[in-house]
């Protein structure tokens, strides 16, 4: 499986953007750009996904390198209920999603 | 829709007796997953159903595992016996089939094995 690196933690004041990068230099083609978090005590729960084209949902924005070697999670306004364990995954065209140990955030009131 | 459903949610048995996880997957969703999160090896994929039928069984740890889907609204993951290395939260999650539909996780069970 190809692999994503990303820093261990982040600390963010609420209400303040949070942009979480994640390092994919050997993705493939065909790697969908997955992005999950786990708040404390509950599953993973899925955030957003993208293959080359910035997105947009109603819970964050993924920005995509233009040679896709490294991409951008961003939390335009950062809430309490924000602090998680953020996951970057790549996702080739089958059912896999393998977690690494992700980026946890801490939000300060 | 409720969601996965996964009882019970805490389990506390002692080493050498049988356990038994369950799953009710979302309606409609016909892929399901076992997953189990430790501190050491973080979350790891036991096993993959689609329609029912294992397809990826890799990676149940050893023959003491076993997980079951005799239908599309329930699943078993069975442990017999337990060890307290199998101490750990286990995630069920479903998703209809396909590579870019999203996983929807379980609460968990936390298994503790005394």
């Known amino acids: 499986d190809a692999k994503t690196t990303q820093p261990n933690s982040m600390e963010s004041n609420e209400e303040e953007p949070v942009h979480l990068p994640c390092n994919h230099s050997?993705?493939?083609?065909?790697?969908?750009i997955h992005w999950y978090r786990q708040l404390p005590s509950q599953g993973p729960e899925y955030v957003i996904h993208g293959l080359t084209s910035n997105v947009n949902n109603r819970m964050a924005s993924l920005a995509i390198a233009e040679d896709r070697k490294s991409s951008t999670l961003i939390l335009h306004r950062a809430t309490l209920r924000d602090a998680a364990v953020y996951y970057c995954?790549?996702?080739?065209?089958?059912?896999?999603?393998?977690f690494g140990a992700g980026t946890t955030v801490t939000v300060r009131a | 829709d409720a969601g996965v459903i996964q009882s019970p949610r805490h389990e506390v048995t002692e080493m050498g007796q049988e356990v038994t996880l369950r799953c009710k997957p979302i309606s409609g969703h016909n892929s399901l997953f076992w997953y189990r999160q430790t501190m050491m090896r973080g979350l790891e994929l036991l096993i993959y159903f689609n329609n029912n039928v294992p397809i990826d069984d890799s990676g149940m740890p050893e023959d003491r595992f076993s997980a079951k889907m005799p239908n599309a609204s329930f699943s078993t993951l069975k442990i017999q016996p337990s060890e307290p290395r199998d101490s750990a939260v286990y995630f069920c999650?479903?998703?209809?089939?396909?590579?870019?539909?999203?996983?929807?996780f379980g609460p968990g069970t936390r298994l503790t094995v005394t």
């Open positions: 050997t993705i493939s083609g065909t790697d969908y």
């Open positions: 995954i790549l996702r080739a065209n089958d059912y896999k999603l393998s």
């Open positions: 999650a479903s998703s209809q089939t396909g590579p870019h539909y999203e996983q929807y």
